[in-house]
């Protein structure tokens, strides 16, 4: 078993900026992803970031591409999602996730493993 605890949300205005963490006990080991996901109130969870064991490879969501930076350091079993730049529309509760692969995923899915997510306000 794999948990994983967000911390980090919170209330900001519009342009503001968070950092989220999610740390990752139990059964880690390498060669698994890390992703960040979210969801509006009446809204689908949707993918927002994701990153290999290396670091080297990360993909984004469209809507928040140039905006976000997903990060990981995997001696302290951490993956961070740096917020630039909020928008309202950025208001959810953030989840991160993770499994075993030797690839990215963005599909819900594809990941076991959930942590309970952070609430992120972002007032206009």
């Known amino acids: 078993q794999v948990q994983l605890v967000e911390s980090g949300g919170g209330l900001v205005q519009a342009g503001g900026s968070l950092r989220l963490s999610c740390a990752a006990s139990?059964?880690?080991?390498?060669?698994?992803?890390m992703g960040w996901f979210r969801q509006a109130p009446g809204k689908e969870r949707e993918f927002v970031a994701t990153i290999s064991w290396s670091g080297r490879t990360t993909k984004y969501a469209d809507s928040v591409k140039g905006r976000f930076i997903i990060s990981r350091d995997n001696a302290k079993r951490t993956v961070y999602l740096q917020m630039n730049s909020l928008k309202p529309e950025d208001t959810a509760v953030y989840y991160c996730?993770?499994?075993?692969?030797?690839?990215?995923?963005?599909?819900?899915?594809?990941?076991?493993?959930w942590g309970q997510g952070t609430q992120v306000t972002v007032s206009s």
């Open positions: 996730a993770t499994d075993w692969a030797s690839v990215i995923r963005v599909r819900i899915v594809d990941y076991e493993y």
């Open positions: 139990g059964r880690t080991s390498s060669n698994f992803i």
